[in-house]
């Protein structure tokens, strides 16, 4: 009814009805938006919080302080008479031991080896399919590679204990079948088509013009492709390792299969290890519930929240510092 | 028709749960699943109309089950600790009544090349410890001991600790495997392997004698097991709140019977009968 009243010129509805209900509408859209965003946030909070709250007796129950401390967890020990202190993880004994070192090495040991192999190669596949691979191929090589996200963990942790195992310990003579190589092998297999897709993406997102004004300027493709597009990508693939490191750390059930899980302090790869996420999925199935073992896992959970937390706070300074760097350098 | 589909759904929602608990759930000792398994299969066979269902998990997870009320029998390859006892009085009034079920040997496994064939509980210890950490140690070859144990929800773990280790702990370099099977298959894919776990497993590997208290080596065949002269044995329970009744004392009956002890001998445990 208005719109007939309307001047020909306002054919885009104008008059202040239809654009007081088209504002409302969008208030309406973007209180939706943001609450789904908050949504999202409550629930690590909450999660965090919960764990948290599962943790806290550790601190505070005087019954558990008899079990186990801080100290306890973090210094080496004497637990046999004459026998040099040492780091040990034996929660169902006569005398409970929860020394998290041997768990942090196990951790650290093949979250090391899986980055060790899945960075380079993520990074490789990557520069390769976005600068030199035709672009049939690359239409093969993208969603291959993506597939392998797809298999279910389980299924590579099989494949590493009854088959990656056996090879490796052929080929390198490893004492023990599981071990820290092994299990790090298959979590790079998991890791590689993380930070592929997303350097990927990084590498493609590199504006045409910075090719064609390298190519000009007389640079070979192998000049361009690592001088000029995979450093204006850095902030990109920076971000492409963290996530992989992220998941790297937080796998559960490949290294619960293949690495052993000894809870030892040594830093040789062949060794068998127990990492942080395998000892909850592992002993979380019969602790007593609220006992010190099950304070203990659930700190072990914030720990690893804490881990990934400073990580990434970490990354998203160096890569404001990256981006800063060259756009001040560009302008 | 409408009424008819209505009268349908309404008995449907009846008769749902009805037909739910008429399953008697057995849960716990993954030592004992094969052995539950079987029995469960025969009896339904017998038994048309029967449902039994039998997951494992482990002795702690299946008394931890009776306890919360999940389960209506508990495989457990220990026996119930008391305060699992008082946590059942507490919340259901009533004792947990036990019964034996077999007897297992708790094996030890080593690779078929390897040559050790006999060990005494104290060099089980010294080796399952730490402390012995060549078999030339123990009379083998000059190589290093690669220790294979169970994770600590296991109630086979718990027994080897108790009876072997005398409640020490288990070397830090001892790799925990998820089940009896698993060790069985790092004890024949790795040749310096040592293993321990249920006698009915040993598939592929060589199972070492254990030296007894008359001070000669046995293995952990039946009779040995029965006359006690194999040193590492041991009953197998199955646990429910207050006396079994109704279906699962049927089913309880049907494993005590002699064709349940059969079945016993036939998946590699030992008749308690």
Known sequence: ?331 | MMKRIALALAAAVILAPALAQAAVTVKGSDTMVILSQRWAENYMKKNPGQKIQVTGGGSGTGIAALVNGTTDLANSSRKIKDDEKAKVRDRFNVLPAETAVAKDGVALYVNEANGVSQLTIAQLRDIFMGDVTNWKQVGGADAPIVIYSRENSSGTYVFFKEEVLKGGDFAASAQTLPGTAAVVNAASKEKNAIGYGGAAYAKGVKELKVVGADGQGWLPTAENVKSGKYPLSRPLFVYSRGAVAGDAKAFLDYCLSAEGQAVVTEVGYFPIK
Do not use: C
């Open chain 1, 1 to 331: 009814m208005t719109a007939t009243a309307a001047p020909p010129t306002g054919r885009a509805a104008s008059t202040p009805s239809v654009i007081r209900r088209r504002q409302l509408r969008e208030q309406a859209i973007e209180i939706g938006i943001t609450t789904v965003a908050l949504t999202g946030i409550a629930a690590v909070v909450l999660i965090f919080v919960f764990v948290g709250r599962e943790a806290l007796p550790l601190f505070t129950s005087p019954e558990i302080a008899k079990e186990t401390d801080l100290g306890r967890m973090f210094l080496a020990q004497v637990w046999r008479e004459g026998r040099p202190a040492s780091y040990v993880w034996q929660p169902v004994s006569g005398v409970p031991k929860y020394s998290m070192i041997p768990l942090f090495v196990g951790t650290l040991k093949v979250t090391l080896v899986a980055m060790a192999v899945a960075v380079p190669l993520g990074i490789a596949a990557a520069v390769f399919t976005s600068e030199f691979a035709p672009r049939r191929l690359k239409e093969v090589v993208k969603p291959v590679i993506e597939l392998l996200a797809g298999i279910p963990s389980v299924v590579l942790g099989f494949f590493a204990l009854m088959v990656l195992a056996t090879w490796l310990q052929t080929a390198f003579g490893f004492t023990s079948r599981l071990n820290a190589v092994t299990a790090g092998l298959a979590l790079a297999l998991t890791i590689i088509p993380v930070i592929f897709t997303v350097s990927e993406d990084a590498l493609t997102a590199v504006p045409r013009s910075y090719r064609e004004a390298s190519l000009a300027l007389g640079a070979t493709r192998w000049e361009t492709a690592f001088r000029v597009v995979l450093p204006a990508a850095a902030p990109g693939v920076l971000a492409a390792v963290v996530l992989g490191f992220g998941r790297a750390i937080g796998e559960t059930m490949i290294v619960l299969m293949a690495s052993g899980n000894a809870a030892q302090t040594t830093w040789s790869f062949g060794d068998s290890i127990r990492t942080l996420p395998a000892t909850i999925a592992a002993e979380m199935g019969e602790v007593v519930f609220g006992g010190a073992h099950y304070t203990v896992l659930f700190f072990i959970g914030i720990e690893l929240f804490l881990f990934t937390f400073i990580l990434n706070s970490m990354a998203s300074v160096i890569v404001a510092r990256l981006v800063r760097r060259m756009s001040g350098s560009a302008g």
